[in-house]
């Protein structure tokens, strides 16, 4: 790669092709899940969320701070996937998304609706008469975060769809995509933002009528992830990534200091928050740092072990971290002590964390011991 020019690219070799492992994929869906607690940790720790301050004090700065810092982490869990499920060194096919991925997540959304179906009733004040219509209208009732794994599923389903524009290998193709979603991002970005000169009379009535959401949603994210991973772009280009990045993360701090309200998915707020040209900037720029900076990266035999360890266990993470975070926010775990809530945030985030971790850990021992006692099972049966 000629680093003298500014804008220059080159296709890295195909994590899959050697049967190789790259530690920094695992990193990147580490740290995304980490920012999932930490943006969850705000959410229940922070009094500014649940409408306790006044707009413009102190404590709503730390909010915009925080939505910013840890916001959509969710699109960098789907850039991961897309480099697994859309590289073409991978023999992926229908059946086996059916047989395996599908499933697997369905039956997780399944259990887990469960779990926090029971939890829900159990912290209910006063208690309910628990009837059978009662406890399965509480049981379809989709906890919070949850949202996700329907998300992903569809994801899954559209894959076999998608592989063959990444199978292609025509740049430019790749590039016109990236063209139209970086074009619909800015446009949802206008859409979002009610304070925009003159938009009520003449941008908006012309936004609604073009396709916009369906481009900023989770399906290019997804081609975006695979994209950005196989063309890495050079040192100075990638600098240049950073900086907007930066750039952008202070600019969406400062637009949310002007909405003095909590207007959630709407208003100022949404400019810092999913399908914004704003989270595209800021998380493109972590997207490129960890992966260029940590794929060549020697890691240890004890850091290899825990990265992967973590890495395996992200989703029994984000499925029980919330269930972690309730249970020390409701219990008063630390500020019936004094803690400070911006401390606490930290602290919520990293135990829910690593209790995720270690819940996950447990899990998959418990079941390598069932497969294990089955398979013994099956084959001393099949013996007699």
């Known amino acids: 790669m000629d680093d003298s020019k500014f804008f220059t690219v080159e296709k890295v070799p195909p994590m899959f092709a050697g049967g190789g492992r790259d530690w920094s994929v695992d990193l990147l869906r580490c740290v995304s899940c980490f920012m999932v607690c930490a943006l969850h940790s705000s959410w229940q720790t922070m009094p500014y969320m649940r409408g306790l301050v006044e707009p413009g004090t102190i404590e709503w700065v730390s909010g915009a701070a925080y939505r910013i810092m840890f916001g959509s982490p969710t699109v960098l869990f789907v850039m991961v996937s897309g480099i697994f499920f859309l590289s073409p060194e991978r023999h992926v096919t229908a059946k086996k998304i059916w047989k395996k991925n599908v499933l697997k997540m369905t039956c997780a959304y399944i259990f887990w609706c469960l779990v926090y179906a029971i939890y829900r009733i159990h912290v209910m004040d006063p208690q309910p008469e628990i009837t059978a219509s009662f406890f399965i209208r509480e049981w379809l009732h989709q906890e919070y975060h949850l949202w996700y794994i329907p998300m992903i599923v569809g994801l899954y389903i559209l894959v076999p769809i998608l ?3 990444t199978a292609s290998g025509d740049t430019k ?27 009520e009379f003449y941008i908006f009535p012309a936004l609604e009528k073009t396709p916009m959401d369906l481009i900023c ?51 100022a707020t949404a400019v810092t928050r999913k399908f914004t040209i704003v989270t595209f900037c800021k998380n493109t720029a972590i997207f ?42 409701d219990h008063g775990f630390l500020y019936d002590n004094g803690v400070s809530p911006w401390i606490g945030v930290w602290i919520y985030a990293i135990i829910a964390y690593i209790a995720g971790g270690i819940s996950g850990v447990i899990v998959q021992a418990a079941w ?12 001393h049966n099949t013996t007699c």
């Open 288 to 329: 490129y740092f960890i992966v260029t900076h940590f794929r060549d990266h020697e890691f240890s035999e004890l850091g290899k072990k825990i990265l992967g360890k973590l890495s395996s266990c992200t989703l029994m993470i984000y499925l029980i971290h919330w269930l972690f975070l309730d249970l020390m926010f």
């Open 217 to 267: 949603q989770y399906t290019f994210w997804m081609l975006f992830g695979w994209i950005a991973y196989t063309y890495r772009p050079g040192k100075k280009f990638r600098y240049f990534i950073y900086a907007v990045g930066i750039a952008m993360a202070i600019i969406g701090f400062i637009i949310s200091l002007f909405n003095f309200y909590y207007a959630g998915d709407t208003g």
């Open 173 to 199: 193709i790749f590039r016109y995509l990236i063209g139209i979603f970086i074009g619909a991002l800015i446009l949802n970005t206008i859409y979002t933002w009610p304070e925009f000169p003159y938009g």
């Open 368 to 379: 390598k011991w069932i497969k294990k006692i089955w398979k013994t099972s099956t084959s």
């Open 163 to 165: 592989r063959p524009i």
